[in-house]
T-cell receptor
Framework: EAGVAQSPRYKIIEKRQSVAFWCNPISGHATLYWYQQILGQGPKLLIQFQNNGVVDDSQLPKDRFSAERLKGVDSTLKIQPAKLEDSAVYLC??????????????FGPGTRLTVL | AQSVTQLGSHVSVSEGALVLLRCNYSSSVPPYLFWYVQYPNQGLQLLLKYTSAATLVKGINGFEAEFKKSETSFHLTKPSAHMSDAAEYFCAVHNDYKLSFGAGTTVTVRA
């Protein structure tokens, strides 16, 4: 079974530029998550989708971050414009069921973003 | 809201020695608890999880963790460290259908 795929793996941009990250979850998984992991910290949830609907985006800086999950499969996270403090690893994860407490989340390899 | 605290941001052990990583949780209801491992430049991989079935949980790579309600702890152990165990370890609690992670503990293994 293929795991969670993410691209690109690395991205370097100048501040105020735009960037987009792509995630393809494990086939058949209903729930998709985007996390931000700043160096030296644990991952922080940015947004959670169930199928193609948003369940939780309370931690997403909506003035510059946006995300979508068209057709309930793959997802794109965009930052526009980027700030220096957005430098982090962006992790995508998926889990099999809808709103199932205790479900294992499976993580992709992440995209390391550096904003100069 | 439920949260976890990992005690010690860095742990150094000798190869063959016991690995002990500490995690305490705060929760008003029985929690779901997880340990994940992250190797350099990789995503997180599940080591084990507690879902109230048994207090001693065995995971991959020889790791295990014990849920102690009286101490609100879920410490991770491995009897004998291997060089390949060098990584960052995260404790997490399932909170309102999302994971809340601790700050992580980096493990280095000395030859």
């Amino acid at each position: 079974e293929a795991g969670v795929a993410q691209s690109p793996r690395y991205k370097i941009i100048e501040k105020r530029q735009s960037v987009a990250f792509w995630c393809n979850p494990i086939s058949g998984h209903a729930t998709l998550y985007w996390y931000q992991q700043i160096l030296g910290q644990g991952p922080k949830l940015l947004i959670q989708f169930q199928n193609n609907g948003v369940v939780d985006d309370s931690q997403l800086p909506k003035d510059r971050f946006s995300a979508e999950r068209l057709k309930g499969v793959d997802s794109t996270l965009k930052i526009q414009p980027a700030k220096l403090e957005d430098s982090a690893v962006y992790l995508c994860a998926s889990s099999p069921r809808l709103a199932a407490a205790g479900d294992t989340q499976y993580f992709g390899p992440g995209t390391r973003l550096t904003v100069l | 809201a439920q949260s976890v605290t990992q005690l010690g941001s860095h742990v150094s052990v000798s190869e063959g020695a016991l690995v002990l990583l500490r995690c305490n949780y705060s929760s008003s209801v029985p929690p779901y608890l997880f340990w994940y491992v992250q190797y350099p430049n990789q995503g997180l991989q599940l080591l084990l999880k507690y879902t109230s079935a048994a207090t001693l949980v065995k995971g991959i790579n020889g790791f295990e963790a014990e849920f102690k309600k009286s101490e609100t702890s879920f410490h991770l152990t491995k009897p004998s460290a291997h060089m390949s165990d060098a990584a960052e370890y995260f404790c997490a609690v399932h909170n309102d259908y999302k994971l809340s992670f601790g700050a992580g503990t980096t493990v280095t293994v000395r030859a």
